[in-house]
């Protein structure tokens, strides 16, 4: 059994803490006023938007050391849905590695609309979470948590392809913001 | 009804021909022995290899004016599968499209294997092309091309898309190199 603790109560994650849950894993859930809650858990989920993610690691990137963290933004410009907002050869989940560079980073949750981890399915497919890193027993431990509470996970590489990943999710926000599909559809993985 | 020509008889040239067939449109399916033949289609699908497209372009640009020009590639380094090979905020339709400034190009196919095409499904789901380009009423055109055919087809928004287009379609063939997902499988779209 996993403790995980999850930084941000917005849907992805609530989301991300009832798959938890349903695994049988126990979840601290921190809000945005529990700065003086210290970190718990093991698996650390940074469940808050990208702009938030600095401030996060500048409060609480001590604690952090020795844990798995979990990256799952999507740094797009919201202004113009046009553009992410990182270098186009890096990626969010490279950024926050740099800065945590005693943590075990992962880029996870970025593809998944919320709705499709709440439902533990996309359309008539299980929901498959991408998971990118550079630790491959960091990928394991996550992927064994979400694969007990009831979704697919697949390892997608190294933290490098972090930036296809957040192409994806970039992508898919896109076709959701365009009404192309709904928030609870979008890129399903048959494998 | 269209008439489609399609450059290179490989799996995914084949596959694309079958399916404007199935439609009821023409096709005229040009091999690489075939360069003295005039290209006769108003759509024509550039189902070459990435480093195939430049010599395509230097050998048939002109008569490529004022037409509909679709790209499918993916321009990866297959020697290293970690990497794209065009610059991190390009992509190989910007280079064709810029190559091509009389024709109207398009991003389309890439993220598609061609097993997905040929049964016109993936797992469970009706395959979907994910089509960008500048240019609606081209775009409209492949859609209506492909629905004919019996599959989906999504516009996924301005040529400058494509480069979100081209890593998922990186991120793809990494999962089936490394047999995440099978070559009849990859990413689905739940509409």
Known sequence: MAHLSILGTGNMGQAIAAVAGNGGHTVQLLGENDTATQISGDVVVLAVPYPAVSDVIAQRGESLAGKIVVDITNPLNFETFDSLVVAADSSAAAEIAAALPQSRVLKAF???????????????????????????????????ILTSGGLNAIDAGALKRARELEALGFLQLTLAANEKVSWTGGFGVIA
Chains 1, 2 share one sequence.
Not at 121 to 139: E, F, Q, R, S
Request: aromatic fraction near 2%; hydrophobic fraction near 45%.
């Open 110 to 144: 970025n593809t998944t609309f919320a709705g499709t981890l709440a439902a533990g399915t996309v359309g008539p497919l299980t929901t498959t979470v991408l998971i990118a890193g550079d630790d491959a027993d960091a990928k394991s431990a996550l992927a064994g």
